[in-house]
């Protein structure tokens, strides 16, 4: 299996979040699953844990 960076993922980890946005693990994980709620209340197909490189760019300011 091959390693993808952070910089190219199309989707983003809970720890990729956490270290974006210097916040804990936990927080991360909370802030993906608003989010992907929102994804789904659009009809989305999400991934419990990750969240949309495109999707937390639009809606995260950093």
Do not use: C, H, P, W
Request: charged fraction near 30%; avoid cysteine; charge should be positive.
């Amino acid at each position: 299996m091959e390693t993808v960076q952070v910089t190219e993922a199309k989707f983003l980890k809970a720890t990729d979040v956490a270290r974006l946005l210097q916040v804990s693990e936990t927080t991360a994980y909370r802030i993906i699953k608003q989010l992907n709620d929102e994804l789904k209340e659009q009809g989305k197909i999400v991934i419990a844990g990750k969240i949309s490189r495109k999707y937390f760019e639009e809606k995260v300011y950093m």
